[in-house]
T-cell receptor
Framework: ETGVTQSPTHLIKTRGQQVTLRCSSQSGHNTVSWYQQALGQGPQFIFQ???????GRGNFPPRFSGLQFPNYSSELNVNALELDDSALYLC????????????FGNGTRLTVT | DAKTTQPNSMESNEEEPVHLPCNHS???????IHWYRQLPSQGPEYVIHGLTSNVNNRMASLAIAEDRKSSTLILHRATLRDAAVYYC?????????????FGSGTQLTVLP
């Protein structure tokens, strides 16, 4: 069973640039969600995708967007990067059933300078 | 969102049991209690969840108070590999309530 994999593991970008982060879901999982974790804090929910459509969103601006592909892999796109976007971005996959555990990847560490 | 309250940090000796408390006085009838942990430099890892009855799995046990306003995660024999931040999370069973709302968690230190 292949777990959740994210790429790249580390990334450095300049303020105002755009970034795309990628996630491969665990085999058999049809739901993917993204979380942002600032240093020293718990992860914060960004959004969730099911059947290639966004079906839940946290308190993040529209410059945070995503995609889910037919093979259930996913991308997180962030436009017009700000310094406060520096964080660990976590992808999690699960089944679309109540209380299905989330399986997290080890994240992408984004630094915005 | 229903909130949880956990101690910021706890210490335990290796091979001894650890009881990690969580208060959730505003829990609703449909909220499940979930626990995740995050080891250094890794993503969160699912530990256990329950609704009303106590639950056991290979990783831990979850003891839920009769009024559901508190719960305790029990690690029966702590090892050095259990050192992590433990998050207690209330999770609904439909729509946006299914998302995980993480607090600050409890940093568990295991002493050799």
């Amino acid at each position: 069973e292949t777990g959740v994999t994210q790429s790249p593991t580390h990334l450095i970008k300049t303020r105002g640039q755009q970034v795309t982060l990628r996630c491969s879901s665990q085999s058999g999982h049809n739901t993917v969600s993204w979380y942002q974790q600032a240093l020293g804090q718990g992860p914060q929910f960004i959004f969730q995708y099911y059947r290639e459509e966004e079906n839940g969103r946290g308190n993040f601006p529209p410059r945070f967007s995503g995609l889910q592909f037919p093979n259930y892999s996913s991308e997180l796109n962030v436009n017009a990067l700000e310094l406060d976007d520096s964080a660990l971005y976590l992808c999690a996959s699960s089944l679309e059933v109540p209380n299905s555990p989330l399986h997290f990847g080890n994240g992408t560490r984004l630094t915005v300078t | 969102d229903a909130k949880t309250t956990q101690p910021n940090s706890m210490e335990s000796n290796e091979e001894e049991p650890v009881h990690l408390p969580c208060n959730h006085s505003t829990i609703s009838g449909t909220d499940y209690i979930h626990w995740y942990r995050q080891l250094p430099s890794q993503g969160p890892e699912y530990v256990i969840h329950g609704l009303t009855s106590n639950v056991n799995n290979r990783m831990a046990s979850l003891a839920i108070a009769e009024d559901r306003k508190s719960s305790t995660l029990i690690l029966h024999r702590a090892t050095l590999r259990d050192a992590a931040v433990y998050y207690c999370i209330l999770r609904g069973d439909s729509g946006s309530a299914r998302q995980l709302t993480f607090g600050s968690g409890t940093q568990l230190t295991v002493l050799p």
